[in-house]
Structure formats: structure tokens, C-alpha cells
């Protein structure tokens, strides 16, 4: 049974271009949040996608925008690089119902921006 | 809004004794889930453990287990006979639990070494 799975895994770009992110939910869940881990820091919320619409958004501007597809996997995209876009960017899956559920998290895709 | 803080950037523990990181959140909720995620130097986030904050009685999962203070707002996590395993990242969460809320808040995370 897979469990998370992103891709890229790494990848490099420069000040003002545009990256796209993608996950795979583990089997049996539907809902993917996405969070943006800084180094030396925790991981911070940017949305959870169920039933294809964004159900909740974190505290980041709308150069971070995301899609979830009719099977469950969902990409996470950022417009208009920054430097401080550089972190490593987590998908975490959960079947619904979720409330204080596990969280089933990939391995990340670690973004640099030069 | 919800904070989580983890006073311990890096601690270390012979390996086979035991060893406890503190965490403390701060919220006007009432009704909420915390947790201890691990991630290890592979990255790959996982769940240590769980409490439900309306349970009195402290979560316990084999070498893990939590002493839940509700009143002071404190969540810590005691690791008993410590391997070299659990050497990791391990970062405290909380959720809130009503309906509407599905963001997960999390401390900076606390570096554990378990020494041979």
C-alpha cells in the first residue's frame, strides 16, 4: 500500500518564475492539506483541498494557489518566486471523517529559489 | 489564534534511558487534539501519539507517553529506554476540535539525539 508520495523531490528555480508541486494521497484518503516547512522551522499550514475545493487556507498570499483532482492527488502551485519561498513543502493526507485524526505525510519536495 | 511553543531546540539522551521534551500552547479553545509528530533525518513526518483534550487520563503508546496539564497548557513527551531510532525532529501540534477547523499548528520542533 503507498503512502504519500510528491514530486518532485527536489528542484531549483530562480526569483520570479513559477513551480508546480504534486502529491498522491495514500490509498483511501481524499483530503491533502499542504504545509510549507522553513528550515529550522515547524511546518505551517496552507490549505486543505476536500471534494476538489479549498476547505480552509492558511495565513499565505494568493501567489500560493492549489487544485485537487476527481482522484484525490493535488498539486500545489507558487507564482511569482521568492527567495523566502525556499523550504521544504509537505502534503499530508487524511480520510474523512478527519477531526483529530492522523495525519499520513509525504516526504516533501525541497524548493530552492536563488 | 493558537500558538505552540517548544522551549528545547536540541536535547540528548543516553541511549536506553528516558528522556522528556516539554511543549505549551496557548488557546482559548476548549475542545481540541494535540499531538507529537516525529520526523526523522529521512523526512518523512509521522505521528508518535494523540490526546484528546477533554480525556483526563494521559495518552500512552509503548516507550511513549505524554503528562497532559490542561489548566497550565502543557503537553510534554516522555520517551522511555530511548533507541537509537527515535533520534528525530519531534514537533508538538494542536488542532481545534470544532467543525470548520482542519489546521494543524505546530511548534519549531525539538532536535533529539539518543547517544550509543
Known amino acids: 500500500d503507498a503512502g504519500v508520495t510528491q514530486s518532485p523531490t527536489h528542484l531549483i528555480k530562480t526569483r520570479g518564475q513559477q513551480v508546480t508541486l504534486r502529491c498522491s494521497p495514500k490509498?483511501?484518503?481524499?483530503?491533502v492539506s499542504w504545509y510549507q516547512q522553513a528550515l529550522g522551522q515547524g511546518p505551517q499550514f496552507i490549505f486543505q483541498?476536500?471534494?476538489?475545493?479549498?476547505?480552509q487556507r492558511g495565513n499565505f498570499p494568493d501567489r500560493f494557489s492549489g487544485h485537487q483532482f476527481p482522484n484525490y492527488s493535488s498539486e500545489l502551485n507558487v507564482n511569482a518566486l521568492l527567495l523566502g519561498d525556499s523550504a521544504l513543502y509537505l502534503c499530508?493526507?487524511?480520510?474523512?471523517?478527519?477531526?483529530?485524526?492522523?495525519?499520513?505525510f509525504g516526504e516533501g519536495s525541497r524548493l530552492t529559489v536563488l | 489564534a493558537q500558538t505552540v511553543t517548544q522551549s528545547q531546540p536540541e536535547m540528548s539522551v543516553q541511549e536506553a534511558e528516558t528522556v522528556t521534551l516539554s511543549c505549551t500552547y496557548d488557546t482559548s479553545e476548549n475542545n481540541y487534539y494535540l499531538f507529537w509528530y516525529k520526523q526523522p533525518p529521512s523526512r518523512q513526518m509521522i505521528l508518535v501519539i494523540r490526546?484528546?483534550?477533554?480525556?483526563?487520563q494521559n495518552a500512552t503508546e509503548n516507550r511513549f507517553s505524554v503528562n497532559f496539564q490542561k489548566a497550565a497548557k502543557s503537553f510534554s513527551l516522555k520517551i522511555s529506554d530511548s533507541q537509537l531510532g527515535d533520534t528525530a525532529m519531534y514537533f508538538c501540534?494542536?488542532?481545534?476540535?470544532?467543525?470548520?477547523?482542519?489546521?494543524?499548528?505546530f511548534g519549531k520542533g525539538t532536535k533529539l539525539s539518543v547517544i550509543p
Open positions: 483541498y476536500y471534494e476538489e475545493e479549498e476547505r
Open positions: 499530508a493526507s487524511s480520510p474523512v471523517p478527519q477531526r483529530g485524526g492522523e495525519l499520513f
Open positions: 490509498s483511501g484518503h481524499d483530503t
Open positions: 490526546q484528546e483534550a477533554y480525556k483526563q
Open positions: 501540534a494542536f488542532l481545534i476540535s470544532g467543525a470548520g477547523s482542519y489546521q494543524l499548528t
